[in-house]
């Protein structure tokens, strides 16, 4: 502070301006450009974290999409008669090969939380091509939560055109 008294008033005007601009420079090189670093850096990763949330609500909708199908899935495997043995019965009886069904044979193992998988093993004897489509055909359209997994078709000694059959299902069944 003394030496700006030692000045003179013109030294002093002279030595004012060039203060003041020193200082504006000094705050804008020490505060404004780290700031604006700073808020340029906080941008890209608030950019970064929405992008982030987008991806999480995505996530979610999706997990959402897939428990709704699921339960739909569950629901129709396990509305009445669809995967007992029962239902497979019927389904062979709608497609009228009851008569030619030799054999019907279940096998149920657990997969989880009080869901049973079963494999059902028909046996169909002289069937023509137009019976075996047909039970395919109903157990496709059935609406429960049934897949065939095999068939073997195998023609008759006796007549050519007609063939014994042995479609293995998978269905889904609640546990006990």
Do not use: C, W
Request: charged share 30%; proline share 3%; no cysteine.
């Amino acid at each position: 502070m003394k030496l700006f008294r030692e000045l003179s008033d013109r030294q002093r005007s002279f030595l004012f301006p060039i203060t003041i601009t020193a200082v504006f420079i000094s705050i804008f090189i020490f505060v404004d450009i780290p700031l604006y670093n700073k808020s340029r850096n906080l941008e890209k990763k608030i950019g970064e974290e929405e992008r982030r949330l987008d991806l999480i609500i995505s996530i979610g909708q999706e997990y959402l999409l897939i428990k709704d199908e699921i339960d739909d899935i569950k629901e129709r495997a396990f509305r009445g008669e669809g995967a007992s043995l029962s239902g497979v019965d019927s389904i062979v009886s709608r497609s009228g090969l009851k008569k030619k069904l030799s054999s019907l044979r279940p096998t149920t193992s657990p997969i989880t939380d009080g869901t049973n998988k079963i494999k059902f093993e028909l046996s169909l004897e002289k069937a023509t091509l137009s019976d075996i489509s047909h039970l395919l055909s109903a157990v496709e359209s059935d609406g429960h939560s049934i897949n065939i997994d095999r068939v073997s078709i195998k023609t008759t000694y006796d007549d050519p055109a007609l063939f014994n059959t042995t479609v293995v299902v998978n269905a889904l069944e609640k546990g006990q």
